[in-house]
């Protein structure tokens, strides 16, 4: 029998990188879809509380003044997006926020990290504070008018448009999750590379 001398084991494949294999040898976070689980129902309580409360005591009133006039209290009843855009696409928008709860929720299983699930919190809890309005508030279901109060500078969005607590969160979550893309942090709580 002829002896062909030892077998090589070696491939032809490059070996890996060590950053890659120390990446590949971490194991994944923690779910962190109890954060969003935390966060969007308080985001929801303090809205629809707050509108309750403008809806009783500013509705039919005049502006209230606050810190010297930096903010007004003004009650309006939009039909439109936040701050006011888009009026009259009610039922748009509000088919619009049930895609975007939805595509929450569906996210939320794969949820590993604790920016998107802060930013994803915020905007669930703020949509579903304004669906709640177009869904329950007159003048019927999918039509409803949203409940803004709060106004900067001047009373009735003469300086800016008035907005409430849901506008703000919504804001808020997407200015986070704007962030975490800056940073390359994906909601699995990988980070994303730049291919060269």
Excluded at 19 to 45: G, H, M, N, Q, Y
Excluded at 51 to 57: H, L, M, T, Y
């Amino acid at each position: 029998m002829l002896d062909n001398g030892p077998v090589s084991t070696e491939s032809n494949a490059e070996p890996a990188e060590p950053s890659e294999v120390a990446e590949a040898d971490k194991p994944l976070p923690k779910k962190r879809v109890w954060l969003l689980a935390a966060i969007a129902p308080v985001v929801f309580a303090l809205d629809l509380v707050t509108k309750v409360i403008a809806v009783r005591q500013l509705e039919g009133q005049a502006p209230v003044e606050l810190l010297g006039g930096l903010v007004y209290l003004s009650f309006l009843r939009n039909s439109g997006a936040a701050f006011g855009m888009a009026e009259g696409y009610t039922v748009i928008l509000a088919l619009i926020a049930c895609g975007v709860v939805g595509f929450i929720l569906w996210i939320a299983r794969k949820l590993r990290s604790v920016g998107w699930a802060i930013g994803l919190g915020l905007v669930l809890g703020g949509a579903v504070g304004n669906l709640a309005d177009r869904i329950f508030r007159g003048p019927g279901p999918l039509r409803g008018h949203v409940v803004d109060f709060i106004s900067v500078v001047e009373p009735y969005g003469a300086f800016f448009p008035v907005f409430n607590v849901a506008d703000s969160a919504i804001c808020a979550g997407g200015a986070v999750i704007v962030l975490m893309a800056i940073l390359q942090r994906d909601y699995d709580g990988t980070r994303v590379e730049k291919k060269a």
